[in-house]
T-cell receptor, first 115, second 112 residues
Framework: NAGVTQTPKFQVLKTGQSMTLQCAQD?????MSWYRQDPGMGLRLIHY???????DQGEVPNGYNVSRSTTEDFPLRLLSAAPSQTSVYFC??????????????FGSGTRLTVV | AQSVTQLGSHVSVSEGALVLLRCNYS??????LFWYVQYPNQGLQLLLK??????LVKGINGFEAEFKKSETSFHLTKPSAHMSDAAEYFC??????????FGTGTRLLVSP
């Protein structure tokens, strides 16, 4: 059981480039989400999905796109990278959005630097 | 709306000393409460959780937390710190209906 798998682990982009951060889970979780983690700011929710075909914005969605065509995958797209998007990105999943007694399962993260 | 407050962005202890990381929550219904740990350059992993029943919850690596409804608290403790406990710790709350809400984290520093 691999859990939540994120690729790549590290990435350097030039300003204006685009890229996709991959997230896959094999636990049949309906809920998936993306966070960014910056020093002193904790975890901030970017986008989330409560099932295939359903996505919604979190608190910091600007500059990011998502789609959910399958239960397993939830890619995060940066359309035109900016230095402000330099951060560590985490994907998390759960049986449901509210997590209830399960909590969220996190991937190991993608460290992105935009120069 | 639910919320979480973690007092102290950094906590420093000596090896062998008591670890106490504070978490207070706000929730309009009985909450589900979680502590996560993040070791350097890794993702968050579940340390322990409170759902229902016994208010003293034991987790991995000797950590435990007590749910105190009257104080709206869920503080994390460990009797004797180890160097390997140095990490960032996040408290989180769920009301069973909305997304999990995370605190801003507390970095635990352990000195020899």
């Amino acid at each position: 059981n691999a859990g939540v798998t994120q690729t790549p682990k590290f990435q350097v982009l030039k300003t204006g480039q685009s890229m996709t951060l991959q997230c896959a889970q094999d636990m049949n979780h309906e809920y998936m989400s993306w966070y960014r983690q910056d020093p002193g700011m904790g975890l901030r929710l970017i986008h989330y999905s409560v099932g295939a075909g359903i996505t919604d914005q979190g608190e910091v969605p600007n500059g990011y796109n998502v789609s959910r065509s399958t239960t397993e995958d939830f890619p995060l797209r940066l359309l035109s990278a900016a230095p402000s998007q330099t951060s560590v990105y985490f994907c998390a999943s759960s049986y449901s959005m509210a997590a209830s007694g399960y909590g969220y399962t996190f991937g190991s993260g993608t460290r992105l630097t935009v120069v | 709306a639910q919320s979480v407050t973690q007092l102290g962005s950094h906590v420093s202890v000596s090896e062998g000393a008591l670890v106490l990381l504070r978490c207070n929550y706000s929730s309009s219904v009985p909450p589900y409460l979680f502590w996560y740990v993040q070791y350097p350059n890794q993702g968050l992993q579940l340390l322990l959780k409170y759902t229902t029943g016994a208010t003293l919850v034991k987790g991995i690596n000797g950590f435990e937390a007590e749910f105190k409804k009257s104080e709206t608290s869920f503080h994390l403790t460990k009797p004797s710190a180890h160097m390997s406990d140095a990490a960032e710790y996040f408290c989180a709350v769920s009301d069973g209906f909305q997304k999990l809400v995370f605190g801003t984290g507390t970095r635990l520093l352990v000195s020899p």
